[in-house]
């Protein structure tokens, strides 16, 4: 099926783990030398009348997509967009937004993701780091962006309508002719004012086909980390770099067909994991992509009657909640072959109740933003280990280092930072050449932060995040640890450990719990659970009750939050 344009991969000695790739998974992909636009422009060119998008049953076929793409970078070029210019995007799973992304990209323009769910203080801080001058929001995030003070404010809002993507509302922009509509453009900003209407921008003819195409090497995005562990920062990721990952992801889904596979789009796109898997990888199969502006499990199972999902990559809470409830409904889930879980530790039940119902494996997969995202993979294939987060993808290298001496590579199955090489690693951190050189190497290797134990095959087990051990009475105390112990508590549902500073030094180890409902807080009832299965140093010397954890929308514990949440009422 299609070629890519491609650089020849000179020739290296098979990593250890490449016996246990899925047959056909090759050791080595070959490296994109064209960016991502023109991978879109291919899919569109061969695809033609094929679904690409499929929104509350309201479908966009391939040609339609590269048409608006089209449409809507000549609006964004007369807006002033240039090359190297970043356009920040605040929307959940729509058209829109995958119309949106490939247009600032088709400019050469860099594309800044941002949580339609995020607070104007939180917004503004990453607007104070990158300084679009246009932003294409949500229209219910506006006002957040309006917020804004002036000197942080865009030039620039397009506002998007997410109705106008429904079936039952035609959109202006392609039923009026471009000098009707432009002469309405005031009617059809008047819902929001002082901003543009996507419907607007739509109403421009395409853009000059002849208009100078960003290059391989270029950046195309933003991606701001999550902020778990301390203040985001802003990941930069060329098109390089996503399109390798695309490929990567391709090589990795052996027997995935062009114009064959449905994906369903749960995860969110301002997410690196949605991102690739949907905006990249899936155009790149010329898959048909059903958007879900949020996870909601009685939708999907709705769209699982009529047009029934191929690729569903979820986190475990998602995997059981579409499992259970299709489940409890008759609702077949066979249809789904590529399955991989992210994000957070798979348990074994979640892995037996989904393939007991599904078509294919449920692997797990690591990555992180820096990767653009994805770097491990279990293979969809009887060599995959439960409990670990599978071995490097093609292209891909790792090496293990002493947390201490990094120049020293630990022996096999010692704990150490998890280091990685490969295209799909980023190119540091926008604005930030101090940080940048926290994670990057001289030579080029990405220090994940992660503390990993890794077999003689290359499967590779998380123990922990380097940065968010706590160190006390000189030694470390990995919070998952006690966490997974606190939540085999029959009053716990579920736990978040931090640590709190200590004048002396080192740290005091703090449990948050949520506990389940009607119960009550016995701390030294938790410690004596704690010490029957503990080292001393590890039990909890102070156990907080909070309402709900506070964890992303992958489910990852906010560590910030919760010391925000606890260290004051100790």
């Known amino acids: 099926m299609s070629d890519h344009a491609s650089a020849p991969v000179p020739e290296q000695v098979p990593a250890p783990w490449v016996k246990n790739y899925q047959p056909g998974v090759p050791a080595e992909i070959t490296l994109p030398t064209e960016p991502l636009t023109a991978m879109l422009e291919r899919s569109v060119a061969e695809a033609g009348d094929h679904p690409a998008l499929q929104f509350f049953g309201r479908q966009t076929t391939y040609r339609e997509l590269g048409d608006q793409v089209a449409r809507a970078a000549e609006g964004l070029r007369r807006l002033g967009v240039r090359h190297g210019d970043r356009v920040a995007l605040i929307l959940p799973n729509c058209p829109q937004h995958v119309v949106a992304f490939y247009a600032v990209l088709r400019l050469g323009a860099v594309v800044v993701e941002h949580n339609p769910l995020y607070t104007s203080r939180e917004l503004r801080h990453q607007f104070e780091s990158h300084r679009a001058r246009v932003v294409i929001a949500w229209d219910k995030a506006v006002a957040s962006v309006r917020a804004f003070p002036d000197d942080v404010a865009p030039e620039h809002v397009v506002a998007v309508n997410l109705l106008e993507a429904f079936p039952t509302v035609k959109r202006l922009a392609l039923s009026l002719p471009v000098p009707s509509l432009r002469r309405t453009r005031a009617s059809l900003t008047e819902a929001a004012p002082g901003t543009i209407a996507w419907s607007a921008l739509l109403a421009h003819d395409p853009l ?3 208009h100078p195409r960003p290059e391989v090497g270029d950046l195309a995005a933003i991606q701001y980390t999550s902020g778990t562990t301390g203040r985001p920062k802003g990941a930069m990721l060329t098109h390089l770099n996503l399109y390798s990952n695309a490929l990567q992801g391709e090589a990795w889904m052996h027997g995935a067909e062009y114009r064959k596979e449905v994906f369903y789009a749960i995860l969110p796109m301002f997410h690196g994991f949605g991102m690739t898997l949907y905006l990249t990888y899936g155009v790149l199969k010329q898959a048909l992509i059903v958007l879900f ?6 939708m999907v199972l709705d769209a699982m009657k009529s047009t029934p999902a191929t690729v569903y990559c979820a986190v475990p809470p998602i995997y059981e909640r579409t499992a259970m409830a299709a489940k409890e409904h008759g609702i077949s889930l066979r249809s789904c072959r590529f399955c991989i879980s992210g994000a957070m530790n798979l348990p074994n039940h979640v892995v037996e109740l989904w393939e007991s119902m599904s078509g294919g494996l449920l692997v797990e997969g690591y990555g992180l933003t820096e990767s653009s995202p994805v770097a491990l993979g279990n293979p969809f294939h009887p060599s995959r280990r439960a409990g670990t987060i599978g071995i490097p993808f093609p292209s891909t290298r790792m090496k293990v280092v002493d947390l201490e001496d990094p120049t020293r590579e630990v022996d ?9 090489s490969g295209p799909q690693v980023f190119a540091g ?13 001289d030579d080029g290797w990405l220090r994940t932060g992660d503390i990993v134990t890794v077999d003689a095959d290359g499967f590779t087990t998380i123990v922990d995040r380097a940065k968010e051990l706590v160190i006390t009475g000189g030694f470390n105390v990995s919070p998952s640890e006690v966490e997974n112990v606190l939540r085999g508590h029959p009053d716990v549902v579920d736990a978040a450990v931090i640590g709190k500073p200590l004048e002396r030094g080192g740290e005091m180890v703090v449990a948050a719990v949520e506990l389940e409902p009607g119960a009550t807080l016995d701390e030294e009832a938790l410690r004596t659970w704690c010490r029957d299965q503990l080292t001393a140093y590890k039990v909890p010397k102070r156990i907080v009750a909070i309402e709900e954890t506070p964890r992303s929308m992958l489910g990852k514990i906010l560590r910030a939050e919760v010391k925000a949440m606890v260290l004051p009422r100790l």
Request: charged share 35%.
């Open 208 to 210: 000059d086909p002849e």
């Open 293 to 298: 502006p949020k996870f909601d499990v009685d």
């Open 412 to 420: 096999q199955g010692e704990p150490g930072e998890l280091l990685l």
């Open 429 to 441: 951190y926008w604005n930030d050449p101090d940080e940048t050189a926290k994670s990057l190497t």
